[in-house]
């Protein structure tokens, strides 16, 4: 399928910042410097659509993006984990995702996204836990997969099919790369189902 264009809303640092709270939202969530940014990129087909960096937590605020108008919505969320900000700014973080993920009626789903040579560290598992409690869909992409040989991302995906079948059944998982177009088609289609288009 083919998404609308998408086009900058607003970079909240703050609650009062985000956009109305009405229509459809997708987020993507995940470490610093998985590719989140390099994902929602390749999903839109927009090359500098969102900044993505080498320099780990480039992202520092939620980046609201409209999808045709304003009702439909992605939006780049702060990575986690970035060990070098101080921990005032960590707690900020804190706040601000707790604010946005527990408040935010419009939010349609999740999207959580692993490094494929580095999945389920804590915050992966603590946000299926959250989503899985909020009743919130999420659905994984093992990024960087062409820093994978083919067989391991194969075991890896197949070993976290497995994993999550048993505990979170409706969370979906698939491969992806962002540099060499795996899987885009196939998370464009479950944002585009989320988002109703
Ligand atoms: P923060 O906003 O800092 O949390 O990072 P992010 O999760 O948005 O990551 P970003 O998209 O900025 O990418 C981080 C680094 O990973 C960049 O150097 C990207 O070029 C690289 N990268 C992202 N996706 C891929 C991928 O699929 N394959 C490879 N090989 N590199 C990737
Ligand atoms: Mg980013």
Redesign the pocket.
């Known amino acids: 399928i083919s998404l609308p264009a998408a086009r900058f809303l607003i970079a909240a640092a703050r609650a009062s910042d985000f956009p109305p709270d009405s229509g459809r939202e997708v987020a993507l969530a995940?470490?610093?410097?998985?590719?989140?940014?390099?994902?929602l990129n390749a999903i839109l087909q927009r090359k500098k659509l969102?900044?993505?960096?080498?320099?780990?937590?480039?992202?520092q605020q939620l980046i609201f993006y409209g999808l045709g108008g304003e009702d439909r919505r992605l939006v780049?969320l702060?990575?986690y984990g970035?060990a070098k900000v101080p921990p005032q700014v960590k707690a900020q973080w804190g706040r601000l995702m707790e604010e946005y993920l527990h408040g935010r009626g419009s939010l349609a789903g999740l999207v959580l996204?692993m490094d494929i040579r580095r999945p389920m560290r804590d915050f992966d598992k603590q946000l299926l836990e959250w989503a899985d409690f909020y009743d919130l869909p999420l659905h994984v992409l093992l990024?960087?997969?062409?820093?994978a040989k083919k067989n391991e991302a194969r075991r890896t995906l197949d070993f976290l099919r497995s994993d999550l079948a048993s505990r979170f059944p409706e969370v979906g998982v698939q491969l992806?790369?962002?540099?060499?177009g795996t899987g885009v088609e196939e998370a464009r289609e479950r944002l585009g189902a989320w988002l109703e288009f």
């Open positions: 995940g470490h610093s410097n998985v590719g989140k940014s390099s994902a969102a900044r993505t960096s080498s320099t780990p937590g480039r992202t780049d702060p990575g970035y996204i990024t960087k997969s062409d820093k992806f790369s962002a540099l060499k």
